[in-house]
């Protein structure tokens, strides 16, 4: 009997033990292939040479030092690389989880608006439709009830707008353009009626993961939110753990919305699953701020600025850099959306395929043309994962699209390095599956 906690407690997952590409490999030698990257985390998939140099090399230099009082040039030059593809934001930590660094954003976000004298600024604005993570604080400004579960009545308060899900909630007759105006008045609404001096940041996923898969904003969303943040004196805060470092094709996903954030966190992909490591950046005036007023970051945790993980990072970065995979993301993300729409096509419950780069969402609906939320819920997710398993590949499936009770959904994130034969194959067998779980 095994000794360790899973997440499904009564029942043991399977015993992994190799992976080469794009394919992972049980103990008994079965084979499967990778349609999600675990979970958008296996960006170069497994066993690339130059990372697994990098291990050895870097393994005998330095494993840990304390950030306390030790800079490593790892830490330092990833920093720089990171920084200098933000478009404009001026400093980097990193930590070890997606959690963690956005709970440091929620902390240095009311320690900004402390340090400038505006204690009451506390109040956190999120989206519904949404996943920050799974400590209490992230949970907190996580428009997810499926993952807040019984935690509710532990987690500090906090405001949620609508989520821009063009699929389900633009008007009929309204323009995109309209869509985001009204999204972006509504949140001008909330901090009316909160006071812009009681709030202090505004949280959103550039690109919606898990929660509903791969939903982007419509064209000017962004711009007009940025507004409404400067008009309010409120910070906007990106979380793109799932969606930056390449994901969407570009190194962070709001370059194509034209804006820069005041802070944004990275993790998943940062170093494709090779190191536990995430990174939250953060603008120069809010760390002119902190640093001018009491000089101290109130936050301290013991893997900060890990030596080895930012190497493998930088690493990382650097291979996707060097092997131009932002522009193979986004051939391999039109492929995969084409060919899983061509595939699918006479099959009415696949209503939506969408997405940026290689950050797909497929949302199951009971027809196409009425949209209504497919009835599956949780069944059908475990049931599409099991016949995958069956069949040798893995997707990540979720239920709860729609509102976090009703809808169906399959969020596809393949590494980078998938070939156009092995997207064609995921695809092939995703289809399969589908057909086989049938209704
Ligand atoms: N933010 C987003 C958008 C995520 O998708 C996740 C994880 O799925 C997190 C935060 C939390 O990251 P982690 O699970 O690494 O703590």
Request: proline share 4%; glycine share 10%.
């Amino acid at each position: 009997m095994s000794k360790v906690i899973y997440k499904n407690l009564n029942t043991s997952p399977i015993l992994a033990v190799n992976g080469a590409g794009v394919w992972l490999e049980d103990a008994s030698g079965k084979r499967y292939l990778d349609t999600c990257g675990g979970v958008a985390v296996s960006s170069l998939g497994h066993a690339h040479p130059r990372i697994v140099a990098a291990f050895e090399r870097e393994a005998k230099k330095l494993a840990w030092a304390h950030a306390g009082s030790f800079t490593t040039a790892a830490a330092e030059e990833l920093a720089e690389q990171l920084v200098g593809a933000s478009g404009g934001l001026a400093r980097a930590q990193f930590l070890s989880g997606g959690s963690e660094v956005m709970e440091l954003a929620m902390k240095i976000a009311y320690q900004y608006q402390c340090e400038r004298g505006l204690p009451t600024k506390s109040t956190f604005i999120s989206r519904r439709q949404s996943y920050h993570g799974s400590t209490l604080g992230t949970l907190s400004i996580s428009g997810n009830a499926q993952r807040q579960s019984v935690f509710g009545p532990l987690l500090p308060p906090a405001e949620f707008v609508s989520p821009c899900y063009a699929y389900r909630e633009l008007r009929v007759g309204e323009s995109e353009e309209q869509y985001a105006t009204r999204l972006a008045q509504e949140l001008d609404d909330k901090i009316n009626a909160l006071g812009s001096e009681n709030v202090a940041a505004f949280f959103a996923e550039t690109v919606v993961g898990s929660t509903n898969a791969a939903v982007p904003p419509v064209p000017g969303y962004f711009r007009k939110i940025k507004e409404v943040c400067e008009r309010h004196d409120v910070l906007l805060i990106l979380d793109e753990v799932m969606a930056g470092m390449g994901r969407t094709g570009q190194m962070y996903a709001y370059a194509d919305d034209g804006i820069v954030p005041d802070m944004v966190a990275v993790g998943k992909g940062l170093a494709a699953g090779y190191m536990p490591i995430s990174a939250l950046l953060i603008s120069d005036r809010v760390h002119s701020v902190m640093a001018q007023g009491s000089g101290v970051l109130g936050n301290g945790q013991t893997h900060v600025n890990h030596p080895l993980a930012c190497a493998i990072a930088l690493e990382v970065q650097k291979v996707i850099a060097e092997e131009n995979l932002l522009a193979t993301v986004r051939t391999r993300g039109e492929q995969l959306r084409s060919w899983l729409r061509e595939s699918l096509a006479d099959v009415d419950t696949v209503g939506d395929v969408r997405g940026r780069g290689l950050f797909v969402g497929l949302e199951f609906v009971e027809t196409r043309t009425g949209k209504e939320p497919f009835r599956g819920g949780g069944a059908y997710a475990a049931a599409l994962k099991q016949e995958a398993l069956k069949r040798g590949l893995l997707i990540y499936p979720g239920s709860g699209t729609v509102d976090g009770t009703h809808g169906n959904h399959v969020l596809f994130a393949p590494p980078f390095i998938s070939s156009e034969a092995e997207v064609a194959e995921m695809v092939e067998r995703f289809s399969a599956v589908v057909r086989a779980v049938g209704q």
